[in-house]
Structures are given as C-alpha cells and as structure tokens.
C-alpha cells in the first residue's frame, strides 16, 4: 500500500510521490508538500506549455518561468494557461 500525504493542491490525503521529482531541497520540499497525482497533472501542463510558448529549456530564463509557472500551480494561483485551451467537463 502506498504512503499518503495531504495534497496542498488538492487540499485532500492521496498517494505520495515515491522519490522527489527534483534534485536537492526543491524536490524534498514537494515530495512534503504534494501528491502524485498533482506532479502528474504539473508535468502534462508543463509539456503542454513548453510546446505551445516554444520554451528553450537550455535558456535559464524559460526554466525560471516554468519554475514560477509550477509553484503558481501548486499553489492554486492564477498560472499560464494554454491559449484556447478548454478543460474537458
């Protein structure tokens, strides 16, 4: 049976991530803070606002831009959105 944590996106317990999604202190303080289900949600977003900005992920500044983009995410605030992209009801 897997670990559960409560989820700050979800704001519910849910299964845990089983290793940080990152190195060092960042992926320790998400493996703490959410669920797997939310680093699976942030990664498909993620894909899907690398192609459509057509980030460079060898430029410093996209990687910060996602990176803000992701705590916004996590965070339930208002983060970049897909233009014309409507979520399935």
Not at 12 to 34: F, K, T, V, Y
Not at 42 to 56: G, M
Request: hydrophobic share 35%; proline share 6%; charged share 30%.
């Amino acid at each position: 049976m897997s670990e559960t944590i409560f989820c700050k996106k979800f704001k519910e317990d849910l299964p845990a991530l089983q290793i940080p999604p990152m190195p060092g202190a960042r992926g320790q303080e998400l493996m703490g803070s959410i669920s797997q289900k939310a680093w699976d949600e942030w990664k498909s977003h993620q894909t899907t606002l690398i192609n459509e900005k057509r980030l460079d992920m060898s430029n410093p500044e996209s990687r910060e831009w996602l990176l803000v983009q992701m705590y916004k995410f996590i965070n339930n605030e208002d983060y970049e959105k897909a233009s014309g992209f409507k979520a399935l009801d």
